[in-house]
Nanobody, 122 residues
């Protein structure tokens, strides 16, 4: 029954910022990799950012590289995603995933949240 829980989504105007958070209650392993993905009706699920707080590993997808930044949350199995200079095309459901090791593709993650909606208006 391990399931990440996202928060922080909402509506923002283009050029604005949002900070998303993810926590993974009852995470069963000592090491963790967080994955942020986004999904729309028009596009397949795509990787936004990967982050391993154990060694500071970070990897950003091309779609938001330079505009988003991951960081460790206050609690151990938590992560934040700071998104800046948001664009209308960033509108999507943002999903948090977790696994013992990072994977570029979504198939590599075993624990998934329900997602939080981000809507960017012009």
């Amino acid at each position: 029954q391990v399931q990440p829980v996202e928060s922080g989504g909402g509506s923002v105007q283009a050029g604005g910022s949002l900070r998303l958070s993810c926590e993974v209650p009852n995470y069963p392993y000592s090491r963790i990799c967080f994955g942020w993905f986004r999904q729309t009706a028009a596009k397949q699920r795509e990787m936004v950012a990967l982050f391993s707080p154990d060694d500071g590993y970070q990897l950003y997808g091309d779609s938001m590289k330079g505009r988003c930044f991951v960081s460790q949350g206050i609690a151990k199995f938590t992560v934040d995603l700071q998104m800046n200079s948001l664009k209308v095309e960033d509108t999507a459901t943002y999903l948090c995933a977790a696994a013992p090791a990072c994977s570029i593709t979504w198939e590599g993650f075993v624990f998934w949240g329900h997602g939080t909606q981000v809507t960017v208006s012009s």
